[in-house]
């Protein structure tokens, strides 16, 4: 089992910036070689992949955010991050953690390859 949780996430004016960090307990091998991805959900919305990244760093954005958001990871720390600038009030989300299902070369952002989630943290952008 792998537990996920996220924080870092708050209420921002518009042009403004957040870190988000997500905390894992699996201390097995198994978490450095899956991927870590972000995910957001919006109110009346489905959930979308925003990022993911590979032990090796091998990134993948949502090609919307390109140039906003960076995920990075440090695994000595079982920690995920996301550094997100310059955010707009469609930036408004749930954003979530997840730990892929399998390897993957390149990291999926579909949800159906993800099987652990946390809770998630609230991100609220206003204009």
């Known amino acids: 089992q792998v537990h996920l949780v996220e924080s870092g996430g708050g209420s921002v004016q518009s042009g403004g910036s957040l870190t988000l960090s997500c905390a894992a307990s699996?201390?097995?091998?198994?978490?450095?070689?899956?991927?870590m991805a972000w995910f957001r959900q919006a109110p009346g919305q489905e959930r979308e992949g925003v990022a993911a990244?590979?032990?090796?760093?091998?990134?993948g954005y949502a090609d919307s955010l390109k140039g906003r958001f960076t995920i990075s990871r440090d695994d000595a720390k079982r920690t995920l991050y996301q550094q997100m600038n310059n955010l707009e009030p469609e930036d408004t989300a749930m954003y979530s953690c997840?730990?892929?299902?399998?390897?993957?070369?390149?990291?999926?952002?579909?949800?159906?390859?993800?099987?652990?989630w946390g809770q998630g943290t609230q991100v609220t952008v206003s204009s």
């Open positions: 699996d201390i097995t091998y198994t978490i450095t070689s899956r991927c």
């Open positions: 990244i590979l032990y090796d760093n091998t990134i």
């Open positions: 997840a730990r892929s299902r399998n390897y993957y070369r390149i990291c999926p952002l579909g949800r159906a390859y993800y099987e652990f």
